[in-house]
């Protein structure tokens, strides 16, 4: 008898975990429709990931000062370079059984939310994407992602050929009341955390530190931009900043900028990865010392 009592228990209790994990399965991609889905996000993203690329591979090509945009061989390179890099990272991702159209990337990313946050987190992030403020916000990030990437992954570039630094009057500017104020605001999109990572994930501690220096370029390349989205949301500006800086909007930030580069249709296979990313990495020493052979003698490999 205790032991069908203790089975009729355990029955019961398998059933409400399945359950409760089928609702905050379910509340995720309820979060996801409001927001309006990530597919085409994954996209442009996925685009600005593959070109931060360019500028680190186009620097590891030569070295020394003569090798630079100047360099009567560095468009031919260059192009040779995203054309080869662009076909080795879709291969990359094929052998891991990522689909590049992205169309599954929905399904995958409310299966994360749901382990990630708690039923009631997924309702109050809900709510506050409902809201006026949530819904502004969503659609002004939409249109900030038809130009801040590009001009980030610009900047990326002048630091990656030599402009490490912030020059004294740039450095003053960078620290500005109006240059804090664009800052600020940029940080209000989980977009900016997103690229931020994936910066740091493509360029190592060099990226890194040059950070700064890449983020003063972009604000200022797009300042305009930038200004016309600050006033648009002037009204809902406070809502927003109050979501942004509470626990469960840091969280959401902290939760993307590591997973929206990353997930995964389905669980990773560790073999098939290792084996990937083994034909990868051989496939991209391959390419590289011809991109080196193409841009000549003038340059010390």
């Known amino acids: ?8 228990v355990l029955a019961i209790l398998c059933i409400s975990i399945a359950a409760s994990a089928q609702d905050k399965t379910t509340a995720a991609r309820e979060l996801i429709r409001i927001k309006g889905g990530y597919v085409e996000k994954k996209r442009l993203l996925e685009k600005a990931r593959v070109m931060a690329y360019v500028p680190i591979l186009l620097k590891s090509v030569g070295r020394g000062q003569q090798w630079n945009p100047s360099h009567p061989r560095w468009t031919a390179v260059e192009q040779r370079l995203v054309a080869d890099w662009t076909n080795i990272n879709r291969e990359y991702q094929i052998a891991q059984g990522i689909e590049p159209s992205y169309e599954w990337f929905d399904t995958a990313l409310a299966r994360d939310y749901a382990a990630a946050f708690t039923g009631d987190e997924l309702q109050r992030l809900a709510e506050f994407h409902r809201s006026a403020a949530g819904k502004l916000l969503l659609e002004l990030e939409r249109e900030l992602l038809t130009f801040y990437p590009d001009s980030l992954v610009a900047e990326l570039g002048r630091a990656m050929i030599g402009s490490e630094t912030l020059s004294g009057r740039s450095g003053e500017l960078f620290k500005s009341p109006v240059s804090r104020e664009r800052r600020d605001f940029i940080s209000l999109f989980e977009t900016e955390a997103i690229i931020r990572e994936e910066s740091f994930r493509a360029g190592g501690a060099y990226a890194e530190a040059s950070y700064p220096t890449v983020q003063h370029g972009a604000l200022e390349a797009s300042a305009a931009r930038v200004d016309q989205l600050r006033s648009q949301a002037a ?42 990313e083994s034909a990868f990495y051989k496939n991209l020493e391959t390419v590289s010392a011809q991109w080196r052979s193409l841009a000549g003698a003038n340059t010390n490999p």
């Open 1 to 8: 008898m205790i032991a069908l009592f203790r089975a009729a």
């Open 235 to 276: 009204a809902h500006l406070p809502a927003m900043k109050e979501f942004a800086q509470s626990d469960l909007g840091r969280k959401e930030r902290r939760f993307l900028a590591s997973t929206a580069p990353v997930t995964l249709a389905s669980k990773e296979n560790p073999t098939r990865l290792m084996a990937a």
